[in-house]
Structure formats: C-alpha cells, structure tokens
C-alpha cells in the first residue's frame, strides 16, 4: 500500500516555521477541493503551499522546482512560478513548495463562454510546450506515471476499467475508440514536451481568458497526444476542431490523444466516481464526448 499523507494545518505551519520562518506569520487556508496528487494551501494573498499526498507524487516538488522556470518564458501563458522548495521535515516525508498564487478561476465544464477563444489559446499553449527543445532525462517513466509513453501500455488496466463500467456506458463503443487509439501508428518523431494531465481543473480563467496552465506532475517527453486531452475534458465539438487544426497534432496523434482522454476518464471514473459525485460528472462527460466525437469521425 503506497505510503499516504494528510498534510494538515498544523502540520504545514511547523514545516513553514522551520523551513521559511519570514513566510510563516502569513495566513494559511486549505483549498478544497484540490487535486488527487497534492494537498494545496493559501499562504496570504500571494501564495500557494503544495504538499503530496502520497509516495506516488513524491517527486513532483523538486520536478517542477527544476524545469517550469526554464520552460516559462517559452510559454504564452502563466505556469506556476516557484518561490522554495521545502525538505522533509516535521513527520513530513517528501519534499513540498511554494509557489506564487496565480489568480482566476477553473473553467465550467458544459458552460463555457468563448470556446473558439479559448480553445486557440490552449492550442497555441500545446503548440508551444511541444515546440521547446525537450530533456531525454524526462522520458516518461515512473515519476511521471508513464505520461506519454506509448499507449499499450494503458491497455490492461483500460480494459478492465471497459468491463467494470458495462452497466454504465457501451462497452462495445468504448473498446471500439480503445482498439483505434492502439492501432494508429506510434508518434515517429523524438519525444517532445508534454503537459499530460491538461484538464479543467488544471486551467485558470481570467476575463473569458486562459490566465494559467497549472499541474506540472505529470511533466516529461513523450508522445504529445497525451496534450490533446483537453480536447474532450472541456471543448464541445466546434471548439474542439479549432484546437485540433492549431495544435498542430496530426491525424494519428489525435486519434491516440482520444484513446489516451478515454483511458484515464475511466481509470478516474472507476478510482473516484462512487464517492465523489464532481469527479463523476467531469469524467462521465470526458467519455461520453471521447465516444461521441470517436462516432462523428
């Protein structure tokens, strides 16, 4: 059983206390829901505090430490801005940062404004992520759970996930979508820059704009059809051929970036769904639209 974390208040004042005693007056408030990885806090008005939850997420910190300052720059819009990396510490076992607070607010699944806007922004953010020289030192592996890495090696565990949710969707329709996705060819080019895991809770808006990209445990080099995810998480289909024409993902990257959006929908839906009905509704809406845009093709 990997080893886990709760990561409470007390907890983080004494890490702060220790560690970054000029940031531990500040006021601390726990932001829920976070994600499945971190446990994330409010530090003042300017900044974040972000502990993983368990062994699985253990690297994330000094990760993104070490590369989202480099890839910035290169970026159209706001990623996380490190400000410490903190050490383990205080019955903590893992490393934990703080970054500066990005404001806005996650895009609303099913009722978004502007979709043709803000689809062009997060294909001009793909294309650009994908365009900056990328490091064979993060070939997608375990640190970032094999974001990236050829999809058979997803096919097991999306199999089982079809079976277990046959009285809930067509299992004959997913395999389907399942078995295209594994038999477009493999991405023939060398591994690029790939964000993984570019789903709506990951997003910030601002005034109707992308504002932020956020979530970089899942950074590596890979295949980039994993970055066509936002695709079916958020986009409604007209919105969805804008960010498909100016990715730049071609055919086959886009068919395996569906596979790849169905597979972890149902890997979330199975994991999360009986106990917690917003993870429900985002994934139920991720493969259904994967199934629909799969039978439009």
Not at 30 to 47: F, K, W
Not at 83 to 111: D, K, M, T
Not at 214 to 241: H, K, N, Q, Y
Request: net charge negative.
């Amino acid at each position: 059983m990997p080893a886990t974390h709760s990561a409470d208040e007390a907890l983080v004042k004494r890490l702060l206390a220790a560690q970054l005693p000029e940031l531990a007056a500040l006021p601390l408030s726990r932001l829920d829901p976070a994600g499945s990885d971190n446990v994330i806090y409010r530090l003042g008005d300017e900044l974040s505090v972000r502990l993983p939850r368990g062994e699985w997420a253990a690297g994330q910190p000094e990760k993104e430490s070490r590369w989202l300052p480099r890839l910035a720059p290169s970026l159209p819009v706001a990623i996380p801005e490190p400000v410490a990396l903190g050490s383990p510490g205080e019955g903590y076992p893992w490393h934990w940062s703080v970054s500066r607070w990005l404001p806005g607010s996650p895009p609303e699944i099913g009722g978004l404004a502007g979709p043709d806007r803000i689809a062009l922004a997060l294909a001009r953010f793909v294309a650009a992520l994908h365009r900056i020289p990328a490091d064979a030192s993060l070939t997608a592996g375990p640190h970032n759970g094999f974001i990236g890495a050829p999809l058979a090696r997803r096919d097991a565990d999306t199999r089982a996930a079809i079976a277990e949710t046959a009285d809930v969707f067509d299992s004959a329709a997913l395999t389907a979508v399942w078995d295209a996705a594994l038999a477009a060819p493999p991405w023939p080019h060398p591994p690029v820059w790939v964000h993984g895991d570019l789903h709506p809770g990951n997003l910030l808006l601002a005034d109707g704009q992308v504002s932020a990209v956020l979530d970089f445990g899942g950074l590596g080099v890979g295949d980039p059809a994993c970055d066509a995810l936002i695709a079916w998480t958020l986009l409604p289909p007209s919105a969805r051929e804008i960010f498909r024409a100016e990715s730049g993902l071609d055919e086959d990257s886009w068919t395996r970036g569906r596979g790849y959006a169905l597979s972890t929908g149902l890997n979330a839906y199975t994991a999360y769904a009986a106990t917690n009905p917003r993870v429900a509704a985002s994934t139920r809406y991720q493969i259904t639209e994967t199934l629909a845009d799969f039978q439009r093709a």
